[in-house]
């Protein structure tokens, strides 16, 4: 009985692999071996960037903070250090988006923790 190259199954996983390369140019979207290499490739950078972005994110929000808190007569450090002691349960995203959106709240946080 003859090998059977081209069932099914194999057909199916070339199209859903071929999908996943949509819009990449030339060889990426077409051939068979170069888009596996591809699509491989990209799920990786997909994997890696994912975690990246936490690490991004939360630089960003840092910085935020820190350059409210200068404004305003402290550090960054001192800062976060005088919530810890004052059991404020607040984390950098809800800081960094109040030092930008909510300026008078941020300012009173800063002066309760300055007054300690």
């Known amino acids: ?7 099914p199954a194999s057909l199916a996983r ?12 030339a060889g990426r979207s077409k051939w068979h071996r170069i888009t596996m290499e591809s699509v491989n490739k990209a799920l ?29 007569g402290t550090s960054y450090s001192r800062f976060m250090k005088g919530l810890r002691d004052l059991k404020v349960e607040l984390n950098r995203k809800v800081l960094a988006d109040m030092a930008v959106n909510d300026a008078p709240a941020f300012r009173k ?5 300055n007054k300690k």
Do not use: H, P
Not at 1 to 7: E, Q
């Open 44 to 72: 990786a950078y997909a994997t890696r960037d994912r975690r990246a972005k936490k690490r991004t994110f939360r630089r960003l929000w840092i910085l935020r903070i820190s350059n409210a808190c200068k404004e305003l």
């Open 1 to 7: 009985m003859a090998r059977v190259k081209y069932g």
């Open 14 to 25: 070339r199209k859903k692999v071929r999908k996943m390369a949509k819009g990449q140019r």
């Open 109 to 113: 946080l800063v002066e309760s923790v």
